[in-house]
Protein backbone atom coordinates (compact mmCIF):
# COMPACT_ATOMS: atom_id res chain seq x y z
CA UNK A 1 0.00 0.00 0.00
CA UNK A 2 0.95 3.18 -0.78
CA UNK A 3 0.86 6.09 1.83
CA UNK A 4 0.64 9.82 0.16
CA UNK A 5 0.89 12.86 2.25
CA UNK A 6 -1.55 15.33 1.68
CA UNK A 7 -0.20 18.79 2.19
CA UNK A 8 -2.38 21.17 3.92
CA UNK A 9 -4.38 23.87 2.35
CA UNK A 10 -2.46 22.93 -0.96
CA UNK A 11 -5.80 23.95 -3.29
CA UNK A 12 -8.16 25.12 -0.56
CA UNK A 13 -8.20 29.01 -1.17
CA UNK A 14 -11.19 28.93 0.64
CA UNK A 15 -10.25 27.04 3.67
CA UNK A 16 -7.22 29.15 3.59
CA UNK A 17 -8.89 32.42 3.48
CA UNK A 18 -10.97 31.18 6.32
CA UNK A 19 -7.93 30.34 8.58
CA UNK A 20 -5.91 33.36 7.89
CA UNK A 21 -9.52 35.68 8.89
CA UNK A 22 -9.57 33.71 11.97
CA UNK A 23 -6.08 34.76 12.60
CA UNK A 24 -6.72 38.37 12.27
CA UNK A 25 -5.93 38.79 8.56
CA UNK A 26 -7.74 41.35 6.17
CA UNK A 27 -8.60 39.75 3.53
CA UNK A 28 -10.71 41.71 1.07
CA UNK A 29 -9.52 41.75 -2.33
CA UNK A 30 -9.21 39.08 -5.12
CA UNK A 31 -7.05 36.25 -3.87
CA UNK A 32 -4.17 34.57 -5.06
CA UNK A 33 -3.22 31.05 -3.24
CA UNK A 34 0.02 29.81 -3.79
CA UNK A 35 2.24 26.64 -2.24
CA UNK A 36 5.32 25.55 -2.16
CA UNK A 37 6.72 24.01 -5.12
CA UNK A 38 7.29 20.27 -4.24
CA UNK A 39 10.72 20.54 -6.78
CA UNK A 40 12.88 23.42 -6.97
CA UNK A 41 12.46 25.74 -9.72
CA UNK A 42 15.58 27.10 -11.69
CA UNK A 43 17.17 25.81 -8.41
CA UNK A 44 15.02 27.99 -6.25
CA UNK A 45 12.41 26.59 -3.71
CA UNK A 46 9.14 28.54 -4.65
CA UNK A 47 5.77 29.65 -4.01
CA UNK A 48 3.42 28.23 -7.25
CA UNK A 49 0.35 29.46 -8.59
CA UNK A 50 -1.39 30.29 -11.99
CA UNK A 51 -3.28 32.99 -12.67
CA UNK A 52 -5.27 34.48 -15.65
CA UNK A 53 -3.50 36.45 -17.45
CA UNK A 54 -6.30 38.75 -19.08
CA UNK A 55 -7.67 39.63 -15.65
CA UNK A 56 -4.98 39.77 -13.17
CA UNK A 57 -4.33 43.65 -13.75
CA UNK A 58 -6.38 46.27 -12.44
CA UNK A 59 -7.70 45.49 -8.80
CA UNK A 60 -6.38 44.99 -5.41
CA UNK A 61 -4.94 41.35 -5.00
CA UNK A 62 -4.39 39.53 -2.22
CA UNK A 63 -1.77 36.78 -2.21
CA UNK A 64 -1.42 33.51 0.41
CA UNK A 65 1.52 32.44 0.47
CA UNK A 66 0.83 28.90 2.04
CA UNK A 67 4.49 27.10 3.71
CA UNK A 68 2.73 23.44 4.06
CA UNK A 69 6.65 22.52 5.59
CA UNK A 70 6.37 25.53 8.04
CA UNK A 71 2.39 25.24 8.65
CA UNK A 72 2.63 29.55 7.71
CA UNK A 73 0.83 31.49 5.32
CA UNK A 74 2.35 34.52 4.59
CA UNK A 75 -0.31 37.45 3.25
CA UNK A 76 0.75 40.11 1.42
CA UNK A 77 -1.99 42.56 -0.17
CA UNK A 78 -1.38 44.54 -3.48
CA UNK A 79 -3.11 47.38 -4.67
CA UNK A 80 -5.01 48.37 -7.68
CA UNK A 81 -2.21 49.41 -9.99
CA UNK A 82 0.89 48.02 -8.50
CA UNK A 83 0.64 44.28 -9.71
CA UNK A 84 3.24 45.22 -12.65
CA UNK A 85 4.93 42.31 -13.70
CA UNK A 86 6.60 42.58 -16.78
CA UNK A 87 4.48 40.26 -18.72
CA UNK A 88 7.14 39.73 -21.66
CA UNK A 89 9.69 38.12 -19.11
CA UNK A 90 6.66 36.03 -17.03
CA UNK A 91 6.53 32.68 -17.56
CA UNK A 92 3.00 31.62 -19.18
CA UNK A 93 1.16 28.58 -19.36
CA UNK A 94 -1.47 28.76 -21.85
CA UNK A 95 -3.63 31.94 -21.06
CA UNK A 96 -2.32 31.86 -17.52
CA UNK A 97 0.30 33.46 -15.79
CA UNK A 98 2.90 31.18 -14.04
CA UNK A 99 3.57 32.51 -10.92
CA UNK A 100 7.20 30.70 -9.45
CA UNK A 101 8.06 33.37 -6.34
CA UNK A 102 10.44 32.68 -4.24
CA UNK A 103 10.27 31.30 -0.47
CA UNK A 104 11.34 33.93 2.06
CA UNK A 105 12.22 36.69 -1.15
CA UNK A 106 8.94 36.76 -2.27
CA UNK A 107 10.29 37.62 -5.54
CA UNK A 108 9.14 36.22 -9.41
CA UNK A 109 11.82 33.93 -10.71
CA UNK A 110 10.78 35.22 -14.19
CA UNK A 111 9.91 38.75 -13.98
CA UNK A 112 11.37 39.47 -11.11
CA UNK A 113 8.27 41.18 -9.10
CA UNK A 114 8.90 42.17 -5.77
CA UNK A 115 6.18 41.43 -3.24
CA UNK A 116 7.92 42.29 -0.34
CA UNK A 117 7.69 45.80 -0.56
CA UNK A 118 3.66 45.90 0.04
CA UNK A 119 4.00 44.11 3.52
CA UNK A 120 4.00 39.95 4.11
CA UNK A 121 1.81 39.14 7.55
CA UNK A 122 2.58 35.56 8.89
CA UNK A 123 -0.44 33.53 10.13
CA UNK A 124 0.88 30.18 11.56
CA UNK A 125 -1.18 27.38 11.49
CA UNK A 126 -1.44 24.18 13.48
CA UNK A 127 -3.36 20.64 12.97
CA UNK A 128 -6.37 22.40 14.49
CA UNK A 129 -6.75 24.98 12.08
CA UNK A 130 -6.11 22.02 9.32
CA UNK A 131 -8.53 19.87 11.02
CA UNK A 132 -11.39 23.47 11.20
CA UNK A 133 -10.50 24.64 7.95
CA UNK A 134 -9.06 22.64 5.38
CA UNK A 135 -12.23 20.08 4.87
Request: with cysteine; aromatic share 16%; charged share 30%.
Amino acid sequence: MVITKRWPFKKNKTGAINCCKSKGAEIKDDVCLASVKQALYKGKEVFWANMDDKTFLGRDWTFIFNNQYKKCFYVVTVPDGKLTPDLSKVNHKKDLVDWNIVVGFYRDVDSGFNFEPFGVERFFYDDDDIRRFDV
